[in-house]
């Protein structure tokens, strides 16, 4: 039995390999990007370029979304040839970005309005996950119908908790994410105080890697940060959008955030020390100048 038309939009660091495991698994894919480039292995390998998304959307059961920002979002889906104007009737938006909760519940709303079903499934994992399919992932919307999305799970994923609306969902890979910015500010002030007195950043991450201390995360993060090894994987300026929709989301619910704070005081001054565009570990360069060390 032939599997579904599907179409991807976003084919960055993340969206890449998903439409990739979704080629791998035998649907047939039709994409769209920004920029053309980025889909050519893809088109390669024979998916179909889509010159809008409205185009990608019009002939596919399910459209993914994985995009940078709620604006990106926005304007995929509402904007003039947007996936809003493609999508038939019963058509599946599953859109797999982080943003904020009330963006994901308004696009349920709008989705639901026009007779199609919307899920906000953010993942958490990167883009190794992604590419063996071992991202957790978290659906939220229509309980009554998420087995129209189900067989996507295991393509993507090694497990998905599911919740009851899109605004639940967006919570959740906020709040996950909201880790990753503690674990930031956390490494950087402990391998700069240790780097300062002369312990040095390698030997406090041995001490960590045999205690109850220890994460992959925290070596990983932590050995690139001694190293000076920045290359990419998750963007200085893309934590910092994260840590900007945890502080407005609690703020809505009344909850502290004062370790998000100081994260976005950080990677605040990252990207305006031109850091943005380097792996969000590049941070620690702007702890190490505050302290009076410069190791470029």
Known sequence: MAKRTVGFIGLGLMGTPMAERLLDAGYTLRVHNRSKE???????????????????????????????DDRAVREITLGGNGIGSGLPGGGIHIDCSTVSPGLAESLELFHAQEKRLFYHMPVLGGGAQAADGTLLLFPGGNPDRIGE?????????????????????????????????????????????????????????????LSALNSTSLQRKGKAMVDRQFAPSFFVENLLKDSRLMIDAASELGVPCPVSETARTLLEEAVRQGFGKDDYSAAVKVWERMAGIDLQ
């Open 149 to 209: 999305i189900e067989e996507f799970f295991p393509v993507l994923g090694k497990r998905a908790w599911q919740f009851p609306n899109a605004r639940q969902a967006a919570c959740t890979k906020i709040a996950c994410n909201s880790f990753i910015s503690g674990l930031l500010v956390t490494l950087a002030q402990g391998l700069v105080f240790a780097s300062k007195s002369g312990i040095g950043g390698g030997r406090l991450l041995e001490i960590l890697e």
């Open 38 to 68: 980025k889909a050519r292995r893809l088109i390669e390998r024979g998916a179909v370029w889509c010159a809008t998304p409205a185009e990608a959307a019009r002939a596919a059961s399910a459209v993914f979304t994985m995009l940078t």
